[in-house]
């Protein structure tokens, strides 16, 4: 069961040889999610081997070119691909006029719909949900509106214990009834009790997106207890006060919301490119959050 993160660019505004601008892909029980679309995004989704027409929601944080100036090259390339399905994008309104720009600029005959999904100010919203999952999105705190993301697993249903398939000789019927939590009768008129013939479903696994923001401790209620949190770190403490300037995140900061929020698993990005090593950033914030990890691009991440 499938919930994967790829890392697509961990860098912040400048794109450097190593680390594109911020993009992720997420596979969650295959449904592809795009987050962010910085520079580079199709060739880092090329790279990552993700199929485009998978692809049907993006969501973006904000609108800093860092994030957003991917989207109008993988526009165009969904349709010289041919793309004929619904596109939606999530984040700011102006995504209406930008998307509109690019449309009548660039690509008038843009062969398939794409839906600009608003979000509001304020609190936690579901913005999205279907069978399996459903995605949240939240305010963050930075130089202009920027929108966090969490994406959540359904709870799934009790898992049949397989040996008992054949020794009951279950039939399709059986096993929908078994899952909905009916007793199973023999054939010799044993009543077997549904407690016997299921085992209690994995808990439903989440992951927290916040790119960009200054720290900003009402998140921690939002993404409380996810099994992975990426959270921006493009400063190291030293440059505290630039971070508060521009509505960015030191490394330590990423990690006492970690703590905070009791998530599993921390992965920082976003650095900024002064740093040639990030050992400092780790060290800073393993300190006081020890499962935290430094994003690379390409990399992927099992949730
Ligand atoms: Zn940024
Ligand atoms: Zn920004």
Redesign the pocket.
Known sequence: MTFDLTILGSG??LPTSRRYP?AQALNVLERFFLIDCGEGTQLQLRNAKVKFGHINHIFISHL?G??VFGLFGLLSTFNLLGRKTDLYIYGHSDLENITGFFRRQFAEEMQYPIHIMPLKPGALQLIFEDKVCEVFAFPLRHRVPSWGYLFKEKVRGPNIRKELIDIYKLGIKDIIDIKNGKDFTTSEGVVVPNSDLVTAPKPPRSYAYC??TAYYERITKWIAGCDVLYHEATFADSERKIAKQTGHSTASQAAMIAKKAGVKKLVLG?FSNRYKELDTLLVEARTIFTETYLAEDLQTISI
Do not use: E, L, P, Y
Request: charged share 20%; glycine share 0%; hydrophobic share 10%.
């Open positions: 912040s505004a911020t800093h860092d994030h790119s960009d976003h």
